[in-house]
């Protein structure tokens, strides 16, 4: 038989391709060094996107010369990641394409993530305490890992207290998925603490009392899971502060009849709600934000999600697009519009999509004021009480008085991470501040 000799050649290993809408891939680690040797088949890196994980295998044995780019790192589909120095066969045998090393990249990574998905840890749980002593020390989670989280609404928290058998203590999707499928044990764990003197929150039976069962649907479900998982993932503050409404109130109810009669709409107190929050947002642009890991994102467009009753009882969440740029005609509009659809449960998907900033008007339901939960992944929510009329001492030219006053109470929840108290309660006087202004000789 002919010896085959064996010699050297430069190679480029690309970012594969990993989806018809996958652009670019985020890599999670490094599985071979600068300088180190491998054998064909052999994981050289891991790269993640929002969809998938893959393993990148070596396309024949060789040397890893040089990386281009380092863990956490996002790169472009068809980008160079490495130089190799491969061995190829001098006889039948010929390298491989570069469309072959992307194509055996995926096929070998759907192989591998098919076993892996048995191979999951076994979780050691105690019966008479639903603590916990596992923990992940690695706090790098894929992109894939992060939106299998959102949609379960599992916190950054609970993701670091699941089993992880992946490279390093990295978590997996499959961790992720027996984990759930084990009903989500860690769920309200407390951490396992060695000093025996501190305070444990005691495992205590409650009797939950006889009555009629009654199934939660599945929107139901959604609105506790996102509600726990709001509160878990956010520090709430809530700030409060007091509104004189007079002007505003005696306006609507002295051209209401003109405006409905002039743009065939009923003009509710919302769109003017809407259109002060909005003027408020511009003036306070970082309430206007979410949190994404170590990063604050300030949104260019003000989109104001409207907290709203279904039929059901259920809560939704229309948005208007764009407020801080429309007129109160087109505010009526919108809100009556999105209000109409809630009420026939004819409500889209882009209906209840972007919002970057949510009031509830807690006041239609008679409530004096709310403790609202952060409408996440916001970073603040404002509520609005009933408008009521009370005896206050107001300020004259003959001095201090007492007057009949439309007031109401204003109560913004925010996220303290991100927002401090100096913004929050500047951002809500602000509000209060338009509300009280409001020009009583506005035309319509």
Sequence with gaps: MKDEKKFLSTQELRMPKMGESITEGTIINWLISEGDSFDEGDIILEVATDKVDNEVPAPASGILVKKLFKAKDVVPVGEVLAIL?????????????????????????????????????????????KSFSTSNSNTFFSPLIISIAKEQHISFEELARIPATGHDGRLKKSDVFKY???????????????????YRIPQLTFEKGKGKIVEMDRMRQMIADHMVYSK?????????????????????????????????????FTPLFVEAVAKAVKDF???????????????????IGMATALPSGNLIVPVVKNADTK??????????????????????????????????NVGTFGSVMGTPIINQPEVAILALGIIKKRPEVIETE??????????????????????????GGSFVRRVADYFEQFDIDRKI
């Design 398 to 423: 003959k001095g201090d008085e007492i007057a009949i006053r439309s007031m109401m109470y204003l109560s913004l929840s925010f996220d303290h991470r991100v927002v401090d108290g100096f913004l």
């Design 285 to 303: 642009p970082n309430i206007n934000a979410s949190v994404d890991g170590n990063n604050i994102i300030v949104k260019e467009d003000i989109n």
């Design 232 to 268: 878990h993932t956010s520090p709430h503050v809530t700030a409060y502060v007091e509104a004189d409404m007079t002007n505003i109130v005696n306006w609507r109810n002295a051209n209401k009849a003109a405006f409905q009669e002039k743009y065939g709409e009923r003009l509710t």
């Design 85 to 129: 120095e491969v061995s190829e066969m001098s006889s039948n045998s010929k390298p491989k394409s570069r469309k072959d090393v992307t194509l055996s990249a995926v096929e070998v990574s759907s192989k591998k993530e098919l076993k892996q998905i048995k191979k999951v840890k076994s979780v050691q749980f105690s019966s008479t305490s």
């Design 327 to 360: 007129d109160l005609k087109t505010l009526a509009e919108n809100v009556n519009e999105l209000a109409r659809k809630a009420r026939e449960n004819k409500l889209s998907g882009d209906d209840i999509k972007g919002s970057t900033f949510t009031i509830s």
């Design 180 to 198: 759930i499928e084990d009903g989500r044990p860690y769920k309200f764990a407390q951490p396992v603490t060695q000093d025996p003197t501190a």
